[in-house]
């Protein structure tokens, strides 16, 4: 029987998912919050495959996660930084972090703080616009995308 390719539902986080959403990709960034820069050190932290991480690093690069900077001309070697747009999922890796702490059964307990330039800790949360509160899961209502499951 042949399978049916579905088109999924489009939406920023499938956009999104298409630039971060691999696993080496994460722990690429991962790497790049704590420090890691360079690539021989992206792959010694991660495990990842030299080819593999070469590939998702090109794709946080065209993607506007991470720029490139150039420290050796001979040869030439770039180290990988966040732009803004890495730098804004700070929150998303931290609660990506926090989660796996909490859900995942022998998830192993590594560095999950990010520090903000006061020396304080970093909380990913929802925090509503209107009146500030920060909420929980239950507290969130999605809008009604006019598609039932199921159909």
């Known amino acids: 029987m042949a399978r049916r390719e579905v088109n999924p539902r489009e939406c920023s986080l499938a956009s999104a998912l298409n630039v971060v959403g691999e ?11 704590y420090g890691v820069h360079r690539f021989d050190g992206i792959v010694r932290n991660t495990g990842a495959p030299r080819d593999v991480l070469a590939t998702r690093l090109r794709t946080l690069v065209d993607g506007g996660v991470l720029r490139k900077v150039r420290y050796s001309e001979r040869p030439p070697r770039d180290e990988y930084h966040l ?16 989660w796996g702490m909490r859900w ?6 590594g560095p999950t703080v990010f520090t903000h330039s006061c ?10 616009t209107s009146c500030g509160e920060k909420t929980g899961s239950g507290d969130v209502a999605l809008p009604d995308s006019g598609t039932a499951e199921g159909t």
């Open 119 to 128: 020396g304080g800790q970093l909380d990913a949360g929802i925090v509503c």
């Open 104 to 109: 995942v059964p022998g998830a192993p307990v």
């Open 23 to 33: 696993k080496w990709s994460l722990l690429a960034l991962r790497e790049v919050f």
């Open 83 to 98: 732009t803004e747009a890495g730098r804004e999922l700070a929150p998303a890796m931290l609660g990506l972090m926090r």
